[in-house]
């Protein structure tokens, strides 16, 4: 198992900037990617980066690429979502997510997640 806590969400307006956190305890040395998710009100649930944590390789959505920024603390264990420019459309609860279980390629741990709100 591995245990998954975000933190980092709150209120900010458009253009403004938040730093999202993902703690990971437990099973640790068994995630080879984790991710970040977010669900908007009315909205289904949608990848925003991942991130392979064995090799640091990053990929982005489309509608955050050049504004967020996927990183990690491999001695910690923390993933972060470095977030700028941000917009009303961004508003959502954010997720952070890990792929430890066979077969790769499937989340298999979710966080509870933080809500981040965008004012205009």
């Known amino acids: 198992q591995v245990q998954l806590v975000e933190s980092g969400g709150g209120l900010v307006q458009a253009g403004g900037s938040l730093r999202l956190s993902c703690a990971a305890s437990?099973?640790?040395?068994?995630?080879?990617?984790m991710g970040w998710f977010r669900q908007g009100p009315g909205k289904e649930r949608e990848w925003v980066a991942g991130?392979?944590?064995?090799?640091?390789?990053?990929s982005y959505a489309d509608s955050v690429k050049g504004r967020f920024t996927i990183s990690r603390d491999n001695a910690k264990n923390q993933l972060f979502l470095q977030m700028n420019s941000l917009k009303p459309e961004d508003t959502a609860v954010y997720y952070c997510?890990?792929?430890?279980?066979?077969?790769?390629?499937?989340?298999?741990?979710w966080g509870q997640g933080t809500q981040v709100t965008v004012s205009s």
């Open positions: 437990g099973r640790t040395f068994s995630i080879s990617a």
């Open positions: 997510a890990a792929d430890s279980l066979p077969p790769p390629g499937e989340y298999d741990f």
């Open positions: 991130l392979s944590w064995t090799g640091g390789g990053t």
